[in-house]
């Protein structure tokens, strides 16, 4: 069983920063890339950053681009999502992703979602 916690979220005013932890716990030898998405109230689940399995590369959504900083620690399987310069449009529940998840037994979970941490950026 593989699990993912995020940690990290809270109330910030306009301009703040915060930083989103989110750890893969579960006897796993590799996590192919993880990804942050946020869902906003009334609003369908996106993008936010993606990271490739060693670092190297990183793909951001244009909303955050120059904001938001996706990281890794592999020894850790654990993911990073730091925020500046937050914006209240930045409001949402925001999930950690990970993708091909293999574990020691030898089973590669496909895709693993956390279950969400808070961002509220108030005006």
């Known amino acids: 069983q593989v699990q993912l916690v995020e940690s990290g979220g809270g109330l910030v005013q306009a301009g703040g920063s915060l930083r989103l932890s989110c750890a893969a716990s579960?006897?796993?030898?590799?996590?192919?890339?993880m990804g942050w998405y946020r869902q906003a109230p009334g609003k369908q689940r996106e993008l936010v950053a993606i990271?490739?399995?060693?670092?190297?590369?990183?793909y951001y959504a244009d909303s955050v681009k120059g904001r938001f900083t996706i990281s890794r620690d592999n020894a850790k399987n654990t993911v990073y999502l730091q925020m500046n310069s937050l914006k209240p449009e930045d409001t949402a529940v925001y999930y950690c992703n990970a993708d091909r998840v293999k574990v020691v037994a030898g089973t590669v979970y496909l895709e693993v979602w956390g279950q969400g941490t808070l961002v509220t950026v108030s005006s």
């Open positions: 579960g006897s796993i030898l590799s996590i192919n890339h």
């Open positions: 990271i490739s399995s060693s670092g190297s590369t990183n």
